[in-house]
């Protein structure tokens, strides 16, 4: 596609549940960004993955998240017995090579843990 | 990284230019100022970058202080559209280096 693509667009689970959300970055890119953005707050950093090296986790909250990208390109964040503190909009980003070239931003997925 | 610093709000007429300053002291010599911005409901968008010289893209343009320590962007006719949240950010350009937002400028425009 042409943009950043993210999906779901909007998921509601039950605490406690598992959920997984999915980023297809702009082919070529090699890197990806995960944050997440809590209603009325700034953006929070999650996990890097640039090209081949190991990825940037300092931003995750808690083991309970983690994030995988295979074959370098699509990435799936997931939220381990997700609690309601978990509810935000989570936001996926890519860029060439993730250094002096602009990062490119999905819509991003609502998250509503009930 | 360095630290930036930005008002936390600022007002504009409609058809003025916005003129939003960043303050980063700390900025190293290999550091690039970076602008974002993120219009409410979407995801934050690329404005422009620059390193020491002053910058100008069709969004907008970058002037970047001799010393380095503080910078502005201008709208040039800032329109209702241009309402957002509007993040300088400063990072080395070098590869693996990730991107981190502060708290950004709430721009309002206003008619």
């Known amino acids: 596609g042409a943009g950043v693509s993210q999906s779901p667009s909007n998921k509601v689970t039950e605490k406690g549940k598992d959920v997984e959300l999915r980023c297809d970055p702009i082919?070529?890119?090699?890197?990806l960004y995960w944050y997440r953005q809590s209603l009325g707050q700034g953006l929070e950093f999650l996990i890097y993955?640039?090209?081949?090296?190991?990825?940037?986790k300092s931003g995750l909250p808690s083991d309970r998240f983690s994030a995988e990208r295979t074959g370098g390109s699509v990435s799936t964040l997931t939220i381990q017995r997700t609690q309601q503190e978990d509810s935000a909009v989570y936001l996926c980003?890519?860029?060439?090579?993730?250094?002096?070239?602009?990062?490119?931003f999905g819509q991003g997925t609502r998250l509503t843990v009930v | 990284d360095a630290k930036t610093t930005q008002p936390p709000s600022m007002d504009c007429a409609e058809g003025r230019a916005a003129n939003l300053p960043c303050n980063h002291s700390?900025?190293?010599?290999?550091?690039?100022v970076y602008w974002y911005r993120q219009i409410h409901s979407q995801g934050p968008q690329y404005i422009i970058h620059?390193?020491?010289n002053n910058e100008t893209n069709e969004m907008a343009s970058l002037i970047i202080t001799e010393d380095r320590k503080s910078s502005t962007l201008i709208l040039p006719h800032a329109t209702l559209r241009d309402t957002a949240v509007y993040y300088c950010?400063?990072?080395?350009?070098?590869?693996?280096?990730?991107?981190?937002f502060g708290a950004g400028t709430i721009l309002r425009v206003k008619s």
């Open positions: 980003a890519s860029s060439l090579q993730g250094a002096i070239t602009e990062a490119f």
């Open positions: 082919s070529g890119h090699t890197a």
């Open positions: 993955f640039q090209g081949n090296s190991a990825p940037d």
């Open positions: 700390t900025i190293s010599g290999n550091e690039y």
């Open positions: 620059g390193l020491k």
């Open positions: 950010i400063v990072r080395v350009a070098e590869y693996g280096n990730k991107l981190v």
